[in-house]
């Protein structure tokens, strides 16, 4: 049975590229039935109706799998952020990365828009917490190469708050591509949606991409899923402090004797990073066990 990767999903129909091939699928009605959907970066095995037709049979096991965006199986988030027209939030970024490290995927951080401000306190931020962080203009062509080096042989989704330029970077990485280019509301500093739907693309250079909807889309309750004694784990700026606090059960946000708290207070671990943490960490509290589990 012939297998292949989901490259985009639209209205129920799945296009899975096998081979040389684009076949255009209908999922088994059991997958309803059974309450799973297939995710763009699916491995599927797929049958063969007719002429570049075909229906999805099953799905194979996933490495990882993403609310929203809906997408699976990726080796890295590439998070597009800016520091002028938007604004990115650094707390947007932290849940993305800890959001990332729960489904054992990479980040990349890239600051855009280094043509109109240099974004010195974001690079800053991410590239002393660990981060491969790389600063771009998809106007002036600045660290796109850099960029294109970061994806080389993997398979990354491209995020970020609406309007930080994550259409226009593809475009320069693939001229090709011609992806629909949003502006950005001068008086809401904020970009419209160009990006609909999750769609995986291949460059020339052998990377897989995918441009997914802006922030927005993400569901902020996903971070529940950690669980408020898990979330440590997710900042790996936090590593070298876990287990040094005075207090085994240590919560890192404002107990006495805290290692976490004093590397911050240090410059150790970015001040940012630990606000995000704190505000993480709140928000897991607000969930019992029995949800997490649940979910």
Request: charged fraction near 25%; include cysteine; aromatic fraction near 8%.
């Amino acid at each position: 049975m012939p297998t292949g990767i989901i490259f985009k999903a639209i209205s129920g129909f799945y296009y899975v590229e096998a081979g040389t091939e684009t076949i255009e699928c209908k999922a088994r009605g059991r997958f309803r039935r059974d309450n799973v959907t297939p995710l763009v970066g699916d491995r599927a095995e797929i049958s063969l109706t007719g002429e570049g037709k075909g229906v999805l049979e099953d799905i194979l096991p996933r490495r990882n799998a993403f609310v929203r965006p809906p997408i699976a199986n990726i080796d890295q988030l590439v998070i597009i952020a800016s520091a002028v027209i938007p604004v990115t939030d650094p707390f947007l970024i932290d849940r993305m990365t800890a959001i990332a490290a729960q489904n054992d995927c990479a980040c990349v951080i890239c600051v855009n828009k280094y043509d109109l401000d240099r974004g010195d306190d974001l690079y800053a931020i991410y590239k002393s917490a660990g981060f491969t962080t790389i600063r771009t203009s998809a106007e002036t062509g600045e660290g796109i190469e850099a960029l294109a080096d970061a994806i080389r042989g993997k398979v990354s989704a491209f995020t970020g708050n609406s309007g930080v330029g994550k259409s226009s970077i593809l475009n320069v990485l693939e001229p090709d591509f011609n992806i629909t280019v949003g502006d950005v509301s001068q008086k809401l500093g904020r970009g419209r949606h160009t990006t609909r739907h999750v769609e995986l693309y291949r460059l020339k250079s052998g990377a897989v991409v995918a441009d997914t909807p802006g922030f927005s889309s993400f569901d902020a309750e996903q971070m529940a899923l950690a669980g408020k004694e898990q979330l440590q784990f997710l900042f790996p700026d936090f590593e070298p402090y876990i287990g040094l606090c005075r207090f085994k059960d240590c919560a890192h946000v404002k107990e006495a004797g805290c290692a976490v708290l004093q590397a911050a207070e240090n410059g150790q671990i970015q001040k940012s990073r630990h606000a995000s943490y704190a505000r993480l960490y709140e928000q897991a509290k607000q969930h019992n066990d029995w949800e997490l589990k649940k979910t």
